[in-house]
């Protein structure tokens, strides 16, 4: 992953809404929701929420798709994973990581 992509990345993370949508759609999985069901669960009006949308999809954190008359969003798990990668890509100095979350990494 280039760096220019990591930033554009973390950079659309880096605000509190647009995290929230993001972590809603990973929990979504692949079925996603529209603007509707995240507006409402997120409590952002539509407006807003287009805003943030729009910045996600930009960063290749979202794809969109059109389902007749709704949009469907998801998290791109591929690039989500991508940028996880590049993160922790040298973490402990190429030693093997903990095994568990709750446990440090090196």
Do not use: W
């Amino acid at each position: 992953m280039e760096e220019q992509t990591v930033l554009k990345a973390l950079t659309a993370l880096s605000q509190a809404h647009r995290l929230r949508v993001f972590r809603a759609l990973v929990v979504a999985g692949q079925a996603g929701l529209t603007p509707g069901q995240i507006a409402e669960a997120q409590q952002i009006p539509a407006a807003t929420l287009s805003f943030h949308l729009k910045e996600l999809v930009q960063a290749g954190l979202l794809t969109q798709e059109r389902q007749g008359r709704s949009l469907i969003y998801r998290a791109d798990f591929a690039q989500m994973n991508a940028l996880l990668t590049f993160l922790t890509e040298n973490c402990c100095q190429g030693d093997a990581c903990a095994a568990t979350p709750s446990a440090p990494c090196c």
